[in-house]
C-alpha cells in the first residue's frame, strides 16, 4: 500500500509570496492532519481535515489555510510568507480521527522563504 | 495551550535499557501517543495508550498512569538504530478531540 505523499519535497520562495502544498493520504484514510516542524517550537499542529471537514485548527495566523477534496487529498496554503515560515510541513494521514489512531506521516516539504 | 514536559536529551549504550518519560497536564485527558523521528526522517508511530498499564511491541513498551498524569517509553536491548528523536503527544477529550499535541522531543543518542 503506498503511503503518504508530499509534493513539492522542497520549495523556496521570497517573502510576501504565497505557497501551496499538496498532501496525499493512505487510501482508505479519511482524516489529514498538518504540522509545522521547526527546531525552535518543534511540531505544531496547523489542521486536521476529516471528510472534507476541518475539525481542528491549531493556533496559527489566518495567512495558514487548508482544504480537503472529497478523494481526501488535501492542500495547504500560506499567503504572504514571513521569514518565520520557514519550517518543515509534515501531513499525516489516518482513517480515523487523528489524535486515537495511528498517523501515517509524509516525508515533509522543506520550505525555506528568503 | 496545552504543556507536555519529556526529557531533551538521553544517551545510553548498546544493550541497555533507557526510559522516556512525559507528563502533560491533567485536563481533558484522552490518550497518549508516542512517535519517532530519525534524522531527516518522518515521525512514525511508536504506540497509543488511553489506559493506565504497560503495552508492549517487541523491544518498545508504553506505559500510562493517568493518577500520575504521567506516561513513559521503555526502549530495551538498545541498537544503534535506535539513535532518533522521541516525541509524546497527547490528545484531548471534547472539541479538539483528533488533535495531536506533541511534545517537544527527546533526543536518544545511543552509543556502541
Known amino acids: 500500500k503506498a503511503g503518504v505523499t508530499q509534493t513539492p519535497r522542497y520549495l523556496i520562495k521570497t517573502r510576501g509570496q504565497q505557497v501551496t502544498l499538496s498532501c496525499s493520504p493512505i487510501?482508505?484514510?479519511?482524516?489529514v492532519s498538518w504540522y509545522q516542524q521547526t527546531p525552535g517550537q518543534g511540531l505544531q499542529f496547523l489542521f486536521e481535515?476529516?471528510?472534507?471537514?476541518?475539525?481542528n485548527k491549531g493556533n496559527f495566523p489566518g495567512r495558514f489555510s487548508g482544504r480537503q477534496f472529497s478523494n481526501s487529498r488535501s492542500e495547504m496554503n500560506v499567503s504572504t510568507l514571513e521569514l518565520g515560515d520557514s519550517a518543515l510541513y509534515l501531513c499525516a494521514s489516518s482513517f480515523g480521527l487523528a489524535g486515537v489512531n495511528e498517523q501515517f506521516f509524509g516525508p515533509g516539504t522543506r520550505l525555506t522563504v528568503l | 495551550g496545552q504543556s507536555l514536559e519529556q526529557p531533551s536529551e538521553v544517551t545510553a549504550v548498546e544493550g541497555a535499557i533507557v526510559q522516556i518519560n512525559c507528563t502533560y497536564q491533567?485536563?481533558?485527558?484522552?490518550?497518549l501517543s508516542w512517535y519517532q523521528q530519525h534524522d531527516g526522517g518522518a515521525p512514525t508511530f511508536l504506540s497509543y495508550n488511553a489506559l493506565d498499564g504497560l503495552e508492549e511491541t517487541g523491544r518498545f513498551s508504553s506505559f500510562l498512569s493517568r493518577s500520575d498524569s504521567y506516561g513513559y517509553l521503555l526502549l530495551q536491548e538498545l541498537q544503534m538504530k535506535d539513535s532518533a528523536s522521541y516525541f509524546c503527544a497527547v490528545t484531548f477529550r471534547g472539541s479538539t478531540l483528533g488533535r495531536l499535541y506533541f511534545g517537544r522531543g527527546t533526543q536518544l543518542t545511543v552509543w556502541p
Open positions: 481535515y476529516f471528510s472534507e471537514t476541518q475539525r
Open positions: 491533567t485536563s481533558g485527558f484522552y490518550g
Open positions: 487510501s482508505g484514510h479519511r482524516s
